[in-house]
Structure formats: structure tokens, C-alpha cells
């Protein structure tokens, strides 16, 4: 007798009822957090362009700390090496829980979203290096516009109040978890100055004794001084201070054992999210934001080719990037789409990618340190997020009411048991194992 065949999984379909808990816990943390960091970003950019914009630049680059250590750094630049740490290590955290029970923890299902976030990232590069190859510009940029920005593109969302299913949110998340990792890796390799590898010796052996505890189960206060000296070794040893907090979150322990309520990475999730989306980027937003809007610097921005490659990049790159190469892989994979979304649906999360906010200004600041080339730049990555925020908006507006209508049905639940009715009727254990396949 042969086996049945397989069914085909579901692009976008109904999310398993566990990971769609996991989802919906993380993306309210950075929906709020979306909505901070898009009042601070607007507060620079005030703040930056009125007649008190000498007192902004004056708290941005006072310096304190520990001169001993060698840590005597602006306030700019604590936020983008320090506070940026906690907002990577969530990051790490996140990437860690989708390779190990999320979307990445099986081929099948890690590979649609993995090309999209690949060719999402690659398209935007090679449209930049195009662009001021025929300007005869510098390549030094090309990182800048291939990292999305969660936290800002939910804030678009939430101000639109859309009703995304959770399956479309989950798959804009996986895309910029990929691009967060994405981005790690280009800072780790491309932009470090000279090496010290007595100080990074030092960090990775903090980082085996950070292992060794979660291997054998160790819990305590001490992973705080330690997360400390990990990070002031790694900033020393001459690679981004970033790279260290997100290397702690992919060491955090996401298994459960016997008698836990949570696991060690799902605790420093909870208690970090809310500090990292609440205090972290937007402080980071706050003194990396505040650039010049005048005239001359939105002329730069389409007249240069770095800043007019970045622009280009974000809205035009990540958007051809996400939709070609999610078209590709479902057209060359087993997967088939939700019959309830369109393509469309798909071209418009494409679009809203292109909001590269925290990491493409992060990226910005280490790729171009002639401070006027560094605000141009800054500039480009504004101009491209909100050009891309404003044709996603227009966008998902029109899909909204068939956004709405899934999701109230998604979330429906009549016997208000706390499981939507969904998971319970008959045949929606054929649907979540589509989702599993």
C-alpha cells in the first residue's frame, strides 16, 4: 500500500498555537517599543533643526565613564555601543528561539524566509554599489540600507491600527531576525578597527565560562558582571561592542527542564524586551537621529550617489529583494500560499522592509566618520524609511478590511477558554499540521 502523498505546507497559513503565543509576546513588546522610538526620532529630529540645536549636539557628545578603562565615550557613543548591546542580545535571544522551536528550526520551513531575507539583503547592496559606481561614489555604504527595522515597521502598523494575521507579522519577523543576524556579521567582519587579540581572547574565554554555566545549569547575579566584561573586552579587542551581547543571547539556554516555568533565554527575554524596546533603541534613536533637514541636506540626499544609493536601496532594493525572492522560493519549493492573502499582501511587507532605521543608522555612523558624509547618510536612511513607510501604509490600507477579518477570526474565542476557537474546531489540526510540514 503507498503512503499518502504529503501535503503541501502553507506559506502564510495558520501559525501552530505555541509559536503563535511566541510571537504575539514579542511583537506587542516591540509595537509599544515601535511607537517610543518613533517619538523619539521625531523629538532629534525637532530638536536637531531648532535654535537649541547646539544643546542637543553639546549632551550628544559629552563624555563620562571610566577613564581607567579606557571608557571615556560620548553619550552618542554610549548608546550606540552599550545600549545597542541589550537591544542585539535580544536579538540573539530571538534568533536563537526561531533556529531552536521557531520558523529556522527545520529546512522546510526556515528556507522561504531565509531567501527572502537573503535576497533582501543582496539587492539592496548591488543597487547601492550600482548607483554610486555610476556616480562615482564610494562603496563604503553598501551595508547601510539591508537591515530592517522591526520595531519602526510595527510602529507604522500600529499607527495605521491594522489587524495583521499573525502569520504575515511572524513572517516580517523572521525576515528582520535574519536581517539582524545579517547585520551582526557585517559589523563583526567589515567594520573593525585593528585588532587586539589579547583583549578578545579574553572575551571569547568569558564567553566559555558564559556557556559552561548555562551547560550546567548555573543560575545567579553573576551573569550581569560577566555580561560586563564580555562586552568591555570585546569593545577593546576592536570588534563593534554590539557583537557581544548578541553572542550571549545565542549562548541563553531556550529549553525548558523539568520543573521550570521558563527557560533561562524566555527569563532575560522578558525582563530585557521591554528595556531594550523602551529604552535602548529610542535613546540610540534620540542622539543618532537628529540630523540637518535643511535644503542643502535633502539636495545631497538625490544628488550624491552614497546617500541617493542608500535611499534607492531601501525603498526600491529591499522591496524587489523580499518579494523576488519569496516568489522564487515558493515557486521552486513545495510551499503554497494562504488562499485567503494574494501576493500582494506579500509585495506590501516587501515594501514595509524597507524601513531600515536603528541598524542602517548604526551601519551609517561606522561605515562614513566625515561627520558631514555621516549626516548625508543619516539623512538618506530617513528620507528612504519614511518614503517606504508611506507606500506600505497606503498599501496595507487597502488589504485591511480582508487583514481584519482573518484576524478577528484568528483570535475569536467564544467559550473564552483562552485557546481561539480556531485551534479547536474540527480540521484545524489538519491545518497546523500544514503549517508544521
Not at 97 to 117: D, F, H, S, Y
Not at 281 to 301: C, E, H, N
Not at 395 to 408: G, K, M, S, T
Amino acid at each position: 500500500m503507498s503512503d499518502a502523498p504529503r501535503q503541501r505546507p502553507t506559506f502564510l497559513g495558520l501559525l501552530p498555537l505555541p509559536e503563535r503565543n511566541a510571537v504575539a509576546d514579542a511583537l506587542r513588546t516591540e509595537t509599544i517599543g515601535g511607537l517610543v522610538l518613533l517619538a523619539a526620532a521625531v523629538v532629534a529630529l525637532i530638536w536637531a533643526n531648532t535654535p537649541w540645536s547646539g544643546v542637543y549636539e553639546q549632551i550628544r557628545d559629552f563624555h563620562f565613564g571610566v577613564p581607567a578603562l579606557g571608557l571615556d565615550l560620548s553619550v552618542g557613543h554610549w548608546t550606540a555601543d552599550g545600549l545597542l548591546a541589550v537591544f542585539f542580545l535580544v536579538a540573539g535571544v530571538e534568533l536563537k528561539r526561531e533556529l531552536v522551536v521557531g520558523e529556522l528550526r527545520t529546512p522546510a520551513t526556515a528556507a522561504l524566509p531565509v531567501i527572502a531575507a537573503i535576497c533582501g539583503m543582496a539587492v539592496p547592496a548591488a543597487l547601492y554599489a550600482a548607483t554610486v559606481t555610476v556616480g562615482g561614489g564610494t562603496l563604503d555604504g553598501w551595508a547601510v540600507p539591508m537591515a530592517t527595522d522591526i520595531a519602526f515597521a510595527l510602529a507604522v502598523l500600529a499607527v495605521l491600527s491594522t489587524h495583521l494575521p499573525s502569520a504575515l507579522r511572524a513572517f516580517l519577523l523572521t525576515l528582520a531576525v535574519v536581517d539582524d543576524l545579517g547585520a551582526i556579521l557585517i559589523i563583526a567582519i567589515f567594520f573593525t578597527s585593528d585588532l587586539n587579540f589579547w583583549a578578545l581572547g579574553g572575551a571569547v574565554a568569558g564567553l566559555a565560562v558564559f556557556y559552561a554555566l548555562q551547560r550546567f545549569r548555573v543560575r545567579g547575579w553573576w551573569y550581569v558582571p560577566l555580561g560586563i566584561v564580555v562586552w568591555v573586552l570585546m569593545y577593546h579587542g576592536g570588534v563593534h561592542a554590539t557583537v557581544a551581547g548578541v553572542a550571549m543571547g545565542l549562548i541563553l539556554r531556550t529549553t525548558r527542564d523539568k520543573g521550570e516555568d521558563a527557560s533561562p533565554a524566555e527569563r532575560t527575554s522578558h525582563l530585557l524586551r521591554p528595556v531594550s524596546a523602551g529604552v535602548a533603541v529610542p535613546l540610540f534613536a534620540l542622539f543618532a537621529a537628529g540630523v540637518s533637514v535643511s535644503g542643502a541636506a535633502l539636495d545631497a540626499v538625490f544628488t550624491e550617489p552614497e546617500p541617493l544609493g542608500v535611499v534607492l536601496g531601501l525603498v526600491a532594493g529591499k522591496t524587489v529583494g523580499i518579494f523576488g525572492g519569496t516568489y522564487l522560493a515558493a515557486r521552486f519549493t513545495r510551499a503554497r500560499l494562504n488562499p485567503d492573502l494574494e501576493w500582494a499582501d506579500v509585495f506590501s511587507l516587501a515594501v514595509l522592509a524597507g524601513i531600515g532605521f536603528t541598524v542602517a543608522l548604526l551601519i551609517g555612523e561606522l561605515a562614513f566618520t566625515d561627520p558631514a558624509d555621516a549626516e548625508h547618510v543619516k539623512a538618506a536612511v530617513l528620507v528612504g524609511s519614511l518614503t517606504a513607510s508611506g507606500l506600505a501604509a497606503l498599501l496595507v490600507r487597502r488589504r485591511n478590511a480582508i487583514y481584519r477579518r482573518l484576524y478577528e477570526e484568528e483570535t475569536r474565542d467564544d467559550d473564552a477558554d483562552g485557546i481561539p476557537d480556531i485551534y479547536q474546531q474540527t480540521g484545524s489540526g489538519h491545518r497546523n499540521a500544514e503549517t508544521d510540514s
